[in-house]
């Protein structure tokens, strides 16, 4: 954990440093910028440079005054990343500078002479060792008329291939001179083209009517309310239907909204490559209809392969954003929304997140899927209330599903099926959270076994009587330790006290004779004791160690001739030698009570038997005791005890919904939940209807998505195959 703690705090240390480290670069390129604008002012712009430079004041936002300023000085690039997004900045004598056009390949890797002029946040170079704006610009309408048929946007000169970069940079360059754009009519937009910039997706308050629906329907699923709950609750299946039929609904004719300006254009289509002015690391394309006119072309027209860039072209677009419209005679978008309506898809994206989050968040509500379902139904289907004085009229006419009964008598806990949780085996004990109301009383049998095995199980082979001596010690120790209740809780822990053991070698005996009658398993439980006492003898002056089972029996017994059979033994390890024996001939006993189960369960039968969650009898110590696991060393413990409860009748009190119902041979048999009031019904129908709902959100999204991104794809290849049978825009003009 704390190598952890270090190293992040290291990597906050390094990002603190960078960031602090780039934040100083950026004030010194401001501080450079700044000793520039006092530089002396070469000369102004001519009109060329200004006509090249035109797009970066369309695109970019930019603004600079016409003086030019001489800067010289080393190339370089810093900047920051956060996230994995690089932020750049290229600078020129520590000034940062703007680099247009395909001024980046005449960089020098030592020293640059540079022309600039200044804008609020940088310099915009216009001469760059033997780069000039004027020729860039030209190479790079080149290069765009060149690349005009395909789908990507051209390169930069020498850019497919470094080889021959110096020849096309080289190469004579054909000055492209301005070419004003033509305003051929202006009128306004037709309410097919205002359709086009409407929005058009209900999805978000569809969502938002699931989203309050599904989270109302949790919050009567647990909040108490009082009489509020089956309001609310139908107020979520309210804003659930609404949902439902605002997806489905025929869409309203939009409001009207106020036309916009139109403007037909005539002039040459141009694609620019322009750096962005934050980021060195980004550069973006744009297209512009002759220099200084901007326009937004549709995407899947840019990547038609059709477009005539540096060729003369008519254009409809809209004149407070420079969208575009129509193309020529044949490219049109209200064309193409009418023969190839738009599918939209998006809003299943939504809705079908929507459904998922709420099933996960439903089932983790749940208190039980099957159980909250179960009561769910059999509230809604309602039923009569019964209450029964005798089991006899309850089983002549049983009660159905949904209702309710309100039952008093004494009856008899219901024998089960225990496993026990040590070794495969089960055997029969009470269960009274089932309860058996007018059938034949059933009783336990005593068990009959050798009095070697129950020896074993009790532990009584042996007599043991407290050390006095150990335990005087012991107090003393404590008393030593003062009131420290660590220094009390180790020496208890170390020094347990000891026991006075006499009667070892009626052990043997007793083993001997429980193997003797059947006792399964024997060499295990004289290994174990063997392993256990660990006992050492002195024969004939030497010490031996009794680590077989004849050498320990044999040495027992002849301590018991001499009258010198007791030891002292620690507790514990008397505690853990009781423990094997007991497993042992507690193990032996479960297998016998296991052969009697068949004979038990057959003998309930007649009455009715009231199952509910809880124990009936209301003693908690009972329930407790009930509901510990089962093992082979408590066994007899536990039958011993389910002969005295089944003995007792137990009186009960049931109320609660009929759940379950099921009629045999043995008798009739209901489920009841006591839990079940109405709260508990409401709460469960909530949950239910939010599962149910989520998964049927959740289900129907997913199918209508897969099929929206199926049409998609074919109005897709269908708009596509169209472009390719049209006339290139412009080239008939």
Same mark, same amino acid.
């Given at each position: 954990?704390?190598?952890?703690?270090?190293?992040?705090?290291?990597?906050?240390?390094?990002?603190?440093?960078?960031?602090?480290?780039?934040?100083?670069?950026?004030? #010194?390129?401001?501080?450079?910028?700044?000793?520039?604008?006092?530089?002396?002012?070469?000369?102004?712009?001519?009109?060329?440079?200004?006509?090249?430079?035109?797009?970066?004041?369309?695109?970019?936002?930019?603004?600079?005054?016409?003086?030019?300023?001489?800067?010289?000085?080393?190339?370089?690039?810093?900047?920051?990343?956060?996230?994995?997004?690089?932020?750049?900045?290229?600078?020129?004598?520590?000034?940062?500078?703007?680099?247009?056009?395909?001024?980046?390949?005449?960089?020098?890797?030592?020293?640059?002479?540079?022309?600039?002029?200044?804008?609020?946040?940088?310099?915009?170079?216009?001469?760059?060792?033997?780069?000039?704006?004027?020729?860039?610009?030209?190479?790079?309408?080149?290069?765009?008329?060149?690349?005009?048929?395909?789908?990507?946007?051209?390169?930069?000169?020498?850019?497919?291939?470094?080889?021959?970069?110096?020849?096309?940079?080289?190469?004579?360059?054909?000055?492209?001179?301005?070419?004003?754009?033509?305003?051929?009519?202006?009128?306004?937009?037709?309410?097919?083209?205002?359709?086009?910039?409407?929005?058009?997706?209900?999805?978000?308050?569809?969502?938002?009517?699931?989203?309050?629906?599904?989270?109302?329907?949790?919050?009567?699923?647990?909040?108490?309310?009082?009489?509020?709950?089956?309001?609310?609750?139908?107020?979520?299946?309210?804003?659930?239907?609404?949902?439902?039929?605002?997806?489905?609904?025929?869409?309203?004719?939009?409001?009207?909204?106020?036309?916009?300006?139109?403007?037909?254009?005539?002039?040459?289509?141009?694609?620019?490559?322009?750096?962005?002015?934050?980021?060195?690391?980004?550069?973006?394309?744009?297209?512009?209809?002759? #220099?200084?006119?901007?326009?937004?072309?549709?995407?899947?027209?840019?990547?038609?392969?059709?477009?005539?860039?540096?060729?003369?072209?008519?254009?409809?677009?809209?004149?407070?954003?420079?969208?575009?419209?129509?193309?020529?005679?044949?490219?049109?978008?209200?064309?193409?929304?009418?023969?190839?309506?738009?599918?939209?898809?998006?809003?299943?994206?939504?809705?079908?997140?929507?459904?998922?989050?709420?099933?996960?968040?439903?089932?983790?509500?749940?208190?039980?899927?099957? #159980?909250?379902?179960?009561?769910?139904?059999?509230?809604?289907?309602?039923?009569?209330?019964?209450?029964?004085?005798?089991?006899?009229?309850?089983?002549?006419?049983?009660?159905?599903?949904?209702?309710?009964?309100?039952?008093?008598?004494?009856?008899?806990?219901?024998?089960?099926?225990?496993?026990?949780?040590?070794?495969?085996?089960?055997?029969?004990?009470?269960?009274?959270?089932?309860?058996?109301?007018?059938?034949?009383?059933?009783?336990?049998?005593?068990?009959?076994?050798?009095?070697?095995?129950?020896?074993?199980?009790?532990?009584?082979?042996?007599?043991?009587?407290?050390?006095?001596?150990?335990?005087?010690?012991?107090?003393?120790?404590?008393?030593?330790?003062?009131?420290?209740?660590?220094?009390?809780?180790?020496?208890?822990?170390?020094?347990?006290?000891?026991?006075?053991?006499?009667?070892?070698?009626?052990?043997?005996?007793?083993?001997?004779?429980?193997?003797?009658?059947?006792?399964?398993?024997?060499?295990?439980?004289?290994?174990?004791?063997?392993?256990?006492? =660990?006992?050492?003898?002195?024969?004939?002056?030497?010490?031996?160690?009794?680590?077989?089972?004849?050498?320990?029996?044999?040495?027992?017994?002849?301590?018991?001739?001499?009258?010198?059979?007791?030891?002292?033994?620690?507790?514990?390890?008397?505690? =853990?030698?009781?423990?094997?024996?007991?497993?042992?001939?507690?193990?032996?006993?479960?297998?016998?009570?296991?052969?009697?189960?068949?004979?038990?369960?057959?003998?309930?039968?007649?009455?009715?038997?009231?199952?509910?969650?809880?124990?009936?009898?209301?003693?908690?110590?009972?329930?407790?005791?009930?509901?510990?696991?089962?093992?082979?060393?408590?066994?007899?413990?536990?039958?011993?005890?389910?002969?005295?409860?089944?003995?007792?009748?137990?009186?009960?009190?049931?109320?609660?919904?009929?759940?379950?119902?099921?009629?045999?041979?043995?008798?009739?048999?209901?489920?009841?939940?006591?839990?079940?009031?109405?709260?508990?019904?409401?709460?469960?129908?909530?949950?239910?209807?939010?599962?149910?709902?989520?998964?049927?959100?959740?289900?129907?999204?997913?199918?209508?998505?897969?099929?929206?991104?199926?049409?998609?794809?074919?109005?897709?290849?269908?708009?596509?195959?169209?472009?390719?049978?049209?006339?290139?825009?412009?080239?008939?003009?």
């Amino acid at each position: 954990m704390t190598f952890w703690i270090i190293l992040k705090l290291v990597l906050i240390g390094l990002a603190l440093f960078s960031y602090l480290s780039y934040k100083s670069r950026r004030s #010194d390129n401001h501080g450079a910028l700044a000793q520039l604008r006092e530089a002396p002012v070469l000369r102004t712009l001519t009109p060329d440079e200004a006509l090249a430079l035109e797009p970066l004041r369309v695109a970019g936002g930019l603004s600079w005054a016409p003086e030019v300023r001489a800067l010289r000085g080393r190339f370089s690039r810093h900047g920051i990343e956060v996230n994995g997004a690089q932020t750049l900045h290229d600078t020129l004598g520590n000034v940062e500078v703007l680099l247009p056009y395909d001024a980046l390949a005449f960089l020098h890797d030592d020293d640059n002479d540079a022309e600039v002029v200044l804008s609020a946040k940088q310099a915009i170079v216009v001469r760059l060792n033997g780069f000039t704006v004027v020729d860039g610009r030209a190479r790079t309408l080149q290069q765009a008329s060149a690349h005009g048929d395909d789908d990507l946007p051209p390169p930069l000169p020498g850019q497919n291939d470094p080889a021959d970069a110096d020849a096309t940079l080289s190469r004579p360059v054909q000055q492209i001179a301005e070419t004003p754009v033509e305003i051929r009519e202006r009128r306004v937009e037709t309410p097919e083209e205002a359709t086009l910039r409407q929005p058009t997706s209900r999805v978000w308050k569809m969502a938002g009517l699931w989203v309050l629906a599904f989270v109302l329907m949790l919050v009567v699923a647990n909040a108490d309310l009082g009489g509020a709950r089956v309001p609310l609750l139908l107020a979520a299946l309210a804003m659930a239907g609404a949902a439902v039929w605002w997806q489905w609904r025929r869409p309203a004719p939009a409001a009207p909204t106020k036309p916009l300006a139109v403007n037909r254009v005539h002039g040459p289509l141009r694609l620019v490559e322009l750096p962005n002015p934050t980021n060195a690391a980004l550069r973006t394309y744009h297209y512009f209809l002759g #220099d200084a006119l901007q326009v937004q072309m549709p995407a899947h027209w840019q990547h038609s392969g059709r477009l005539p860039l540096g060729q003369p072209v008519e254009m409809e677009i809209l004149a407070t954003s420079g969208e575009v419209l129509a193309m020529g005679s044949a490219w049109s978008q209200v064309d193409e929304a009418r023969r190839f309506p738009a599918v939209r898809w998006g809003q299943h994206v939504v809705l079908l997140t929507v459904g998922l989050v709420a099933l996960l968040a439903a089932l983790l509500n749940s208190h039980g899927v099957i #159980d909250d379902m179960a009561l769910a139904w059999q509230g809604v289907r309602g039923g009569e209330t019964r209450s029964d004085a005798i089991a006899a009229s309850l089983a002549q006419r049983p009660p159905h599903g949904g209702d309710r009964v309100r039952l008093r008598g004494e009856g008899q806990c219901e024998l089960a099926l225990t496993p026990l949780q040590d070794i495969d085996a089960a055997i029969v004990l009470p269960d009274c959270s089932r309860v058996r109301w007018g059938g034949t009383p059933v009783s336990l049998p005593g068990l009959q076994m050798p009095a070697a095995l129950l020896s074993l199980y009790r532990g009584d082979y042996v007599s043991v009587r407290e050390d006095n001596m150990s335990a005087m010690l012991r107090l003393l120790m404590l008393q030593q330790a003062g009131a420290d209740p660590y220094a009390q809780a180790a020496l208890s822990a170390r020094h347990s006290g000891g026991k006075i053991v006499s009667g070892m070698g009626n052990l043997v005996e007793v083993v001997e004779q429980a193997c003797a009658a059947g006792l399964e398993d024997c060499d295990a439980l004289k290994r174990g004791i063997v392993d256990e006492l =660990a006992a050492t003898a002195d024969v004939d002056g030497r010490e031996l160690a009794l680590d077989s089972w004849p050498l320990l029996a044999r040495e027992l017994r002849r301590a018991v001739e001499e009258g010198n059979d007791g030891m002292l033994m620690p507790s514990s390890q008397l505690s =853990a030698l009781q423990d094997i024996t007991r497993g042992h001939a507690g193990t032996a006993i479960a297998r016998q009570l296991q052969t009697l189960a068949p004979q038990l369960l057959s003998l309930q039968q007649g009455g009715v038997v009231l199952a509910t969650p809880h124990d009936l009898r209301g003693d908690a110590d009972a329930v407790r005791h009930d509901a510990a696991d089962v093992r082979a060393e408590s066994v007899l413990d536990r039958w011993e005890q389910a002969m005295t409860t089944l003995a007792t009748p137990v009186p009960f009190t049931v109320d609660g919904l009929v759940v379950g119902r099921h009629e045999d041979a043995a008798g009739l048999r209901l489920e009841v939940n006591t839990d079940a009031d109405q709260r508990r019904i409401v709460a469960a129908a909530a949950s239910t209807l939010a599962l149910l709902l989520a998964s049927a959100l959740a289900l129907g999204q997913a199918v209508l998505l897969c099929r929206g991104v199926a049409r998609a794809r074919a109005r897709r290849r269908a708009l596509d195959a169209d472009m390719q049978t049209r006339p290139v825009p412009g080239l008939a003009s």
